[in-house]
């Protein structure tokens, strides 16, 4: 593969197709209330997924930046009282943000179609189809890459200074895991327990998110002897509901 479709429906397997048709069980699953993160594999094109999972690691994984977020110390020596504990977002991934259309990553992006397959229509329908609502026609896309060690800390997303975003959002993560990863996994709260766990590194595995919704995701663990080789890539995008517009957090990065 030289080239990411243009549309994203030419991403998709027979049941991926279905799906963006509506003629499938998971259309509108997230329209449930009590449903709020779907994992479904086989929605991907098992070969394109290979392939593409190949082309960003030629084109892509050079610009990408990096964010190393640690706990910080103030966390624990600043607290005052036992079970105090404050704990902000913590992560550790490179990324690729498409917000201003400049810089290498966007540049590389656009050579190779990543930006011009999950800005297409389709993707836009498919993640309309999963959440069983009109979505805003104009919605944010990021590439993450987890190496060995790379987390993101529990944390919600909820983005209460913007209006848009204030009552809730879709995320749709395509999940492009390499062979050389041996296990990683998204944890998930229900009924305010962290008590759900999926694995997010089944290589084309999609997963759904209405938020906000508090979870994390564990370290990414290399098989033995493979660490310089495993990499998880998550492309996605963040719809609004109709009527908002999406603007990009102050932070500029929200993996």
Avoid at 23 to 31: F, K, M, N, T, Y
Avoid at 76 to 82: A, I, R
Avoid at 189 to 200: M, P, R
């Amino acid at each position: 593969m030289r080239k990411f479709p243009a549309e994203f429906e030419t991403f998709l397997s027979p049941a991926g197709r279905r799906l963006l048709a509506g003629a499938s069980p998971l259309a509108g699953a997230l329209a449930d209330p009590r449903r709020r993160f779907l994992a479904a594999n086989g929605l991907l094109d098992g070969a394109k997924v290979r392939a593409a999972r190949r082309l960003l690691e030629r084109a892509l994984l050079p610009h990408l930046s990096r964010i190393d977020r640690p706990i910080p110390p103030e966390a624990t020596w600043e607290m005052t009282e036992n079970y105090g504990e404050l704990l902000p977002k913590t992560m550790r991934v490179s990324t690729a943000t498409f917000e201003r259309r400049r810089g290498r990553a966007w540049d590389a992006a656009e050579a190779i179609g990543l930006s011009t397959m999950l800005r297409s229509a389709s993707f836009h329908a498919f993640a309309q189809a999963l959440a069983g609502r009109k979505l805003a026609r104009h919605w944010g896309i990021q590439a993450l890459c987890y190496g060995p060690g790379d987390y993101a800390g529990p944390h919600n997303d909820h983005q209460p200074e913007n209006p848009a975003a204030a009552h809730g959002y879709v995320d749709i993560h395509l999940s492009l895991a390499g062979p050389a990863v041996a296990h990683q996994f998204l944890v998930y709260a229900v009924a305010g327990y962290f008590t759900k766990i999926e694995s997010v590194a089944r290589p084309g595995r999609i997963t759904a998110y209405r938020l906000p919704l508090w979870h994390y995701t564990t370290p990414l663990v290399a098989k033995k002897g493979r660490e310089a080789d495993a990499r998880r890539w998550v492309l996605l995008g963040t719809f609004l509901y109709t009527g908002g517009e999406y603007r990009k957090p102050a932070s500029g990065r929200r993996p």
